[in-house]
């Protein structure tokens, strides 16, 4: 299982969402699936996938949070063939952000929100071997703009297994873009690749619960401290949601709970739902009391 996985929230189409994602790129599969009752989202579905080898999760919770290109998803291809094709699967129903051209940066790239809103950037690569076909991409605007390397430094500190690679910045005359900014910065956590990127232009986004990262923790000691090192708002802590200060969600949550919620057992899914939906950080003992109806 990998440490940190990527949490999207939809509206109700969790399932036509990762049925359409697994289509589209090789090496992919629905891993999972479960059904919450009596939350307040109503009846949710859950589901866990897994595409081009990274793993995602998918709800169907209700239309409280929406999609925004703060948080996007870089797929590397071998050929520019390869490139034209996802945009023409991807971009059905959905619209550009960048167009599908030839930039100074790459030969074939374009940003697009496909039809579900999700943001994806396809880019051609030189590079032999690709080690991680998708990469989440962070976008820091607004009022977080200019605090990407603060954000890397501190999420370099605090998961093992974690590296910064390269920091590009702006150089002098990119206005709105302060020189010395990040024009473009990569970063390992938990072995996972990321990228990130500061912008002054006047987005009307931010981070929201929309996409969250979820850390997959094997004790309560490791649950309290992601708990600790990451959360900076109590307003937003919520069965086993945080935000850090940057305003970037996560979720800090027990492996066991993956467990309890797809084991099929209707009763015990409920008490462990009922339990886990009064807490704000997550308590492994108490979840597993309500799981043995104890």
Same mark, same amino acid.
């Given at each position: ?17 990762? @049925? ?5 790129? &090789? ?41 925004? &290109? ?11 063939? @390869?490139? /034209? ?14 167009? !599908? ?12 929100? /496909? ?11 030189? @590079? ?70 500061? $912008? ?11 996409? $969250? ?23 937003? @802590?919520?069965?086993?949601? !945080? ?5 970037? $969600? ?11 919620? $797809? ?19 997550? /308590? ?11």
């Amino acid at each position: 299982m990998q440490k940190i996985t990527s949490h999207l929230w939809f509206d109700t189409e969790a399932k036509e969402a990762a @049925e359409f994602y697994i289509s589209i790129f &090789p090496n992919s599969k629905i891993k999972t699936t479960a059904k919450l009752e009596n939350t307040p989202s109503g009846s949710v579905d859950m589901l866990t996938i897994e595409l081009a080898g990274q793993e995602f999760s998918l709800i169907s919770a209700g239309p409280l949070f929406k999609f925004n &290109p703060s948080v996007s998803y870089v797929v590397t291809c071998k050929t520019t063939e @390869e490139v /034209d094709e996802l945009w023409a699967k991807l971009f059905e129903g959905g619209s550009a952000l960048m167009e !599908l051209r030839e930039y100074p940066f790459c030969k074939r790239y374009g940003w697009l929100q /496909d039809k579900f809103g999700l943001s994806w950037q396809l880019m051609f690569t030189e @590079e032999n071997e690709v080690q991680q076909k998708i990469t989440p991409s962070l976008l820091f605007v607004g009022d977080v703009c200019g605090k990407t390397e603060e954000a890397i430094n501190l999420y370099t500190s605090i998961f093992p297994n974690s590296k910064i690679g390269t920091m590009n910045r702006y150089p002098a005359g990119r206005d709105p873009d302060k020189e010395g900014t990040i024009m473009q910065a990569t970063f390992t956590l938990a072995g996972q690749d990321f990228t990130a990127m500061d $912008s002054a232009h006047n987005h009307k986004f931010k981070f929201n619960e929309a996409i $969250s990262f979820i850390v997959h923790c094997e004790t309560q000691e490791e649950i309290d401290k992601y708990w600790e090192k990451l959360s900076a708002d109590p307003a937003a @802590e919520q069965c086993g949601w !945080l935000k850090d200060k940057f305003g970037l $969600s996560w979720q800090i949550v027990p492996t066991v709970m993956d467990e309890m919620l $797809s084991s099929g057992n209707k009763e015990k899914i409920a008490r462990v739902t009922e339990a886990f939906l009064k807490m704000k950080k997550f /308590d492994i003992a108490e979840l597993e009391k309500a799981y043995e109806g104890n």
